[in-house]
């Protein structure tokens, strides 16, 4: 079974950086796998943030950023603001043609 | 602009099975695939299962043999079916455009999502 790892919680003070992951159990991950990320506030649909990797939905400011870092995908908040105050999920897209999600980060802004 | 809209929330009683629609507007049906995803209360995002403009299925091994995802495209309509509802099937269940260029496998349009209460 394909599990896509998150980190759980993550903490940042307004104004400053922070670099959330994804990665996979069964290895590294790369830009094959066409991470994706998404950004949720309670009781509200998910927004995508990024798709294949590093590029920006429509309308997502671009202190929102992806890449892979190491053997993981990563999404980075610059100059983070209070209401990025969310859980962001991860996508992974599979070669057997899945699409897995990771089990999000509560990020909090204080 | 693309938008997408889900039916109304229901109730179901364990073992019966539920079927919930999205409306597409503002782009073809045959143009893009649907995602269906899954939230439990306090719990993360689950894909479910995909269906591509063409019809063309694929189904998360947790759900395979209780999912059926259709579309029909007369009606701009994509339906997700589930079967054998148990208690743990309490979501909200959302249904997502796949984002264009479709070689990118993400998604990109989300409806608000339809509560589903599996209860006795």
């Known amino acids: 079974q394909t599990v896509v790892t998150q980190e759980p919680s993550f903490s940042v003070s307004p104004g400053g950086t922070v670099t959330l992951t994804c990665g996979l159990t069964s290895g590294p991950v790369s830009t094959s796998y066409y991470p994706s990320w998404y950004q949720q506030t309670p009781g509200q649909a998910p927004r995508t943030l990024i798709y294949n990797t590093n590029i920006r939905s429509s309308g997502v400011p671009d202190r929102f950023s992806g890449s892979i870092r190491g053997n993981k995908a990563a999404l980075t908040i610059t100059g983070a603001q209070a209401d990025d105050e969310s859980d962001y999920y991860c996508?992974?897209?599979?070669?057997?043609?899945?699409?897995?999600f990771g089990g999000g980060t509560k990020l909090t802004v204080l | 602009q693309a938008q997408i809209v889900q039916s109304g929330a229901e109730v179901k009683k364990p073992g019966a099975s539920v079927k919930v629609s999205c409306k597409a507007s503002?782009?073809?049906?045959?143009?893009?695939?649907m995602h269906w995803v899954r939230q439990a209360p306090g719990q993360r995002l689950e894909w479910m299962g995909w269906i591509s403009g063409h019809g063309h299925t694929k189904y998360s091994q947790n759900f395979q043999g209780r999912v059926t995802i259709t579309t029909d495209t007369s009606a701009s309509t994509v339906y997700m079916e589930l079967n054998n509802l148990t208690f743990a099937d309490t979501a909200v269940y959302y249904c997502a455009r796949e984002g264009p260029p479709y070689f990118y496998h993400y998604m990109d349009v989300w409806g608000k999502g339809t509560t589903i209460t599996v209860s006795s």
């Open positions: 503002g782009y073809k049906l045959i143009n893009n695939g």
């Open positions: 996508v992974l897209y599979m070669s057997s043609g899945i699409w897995v």
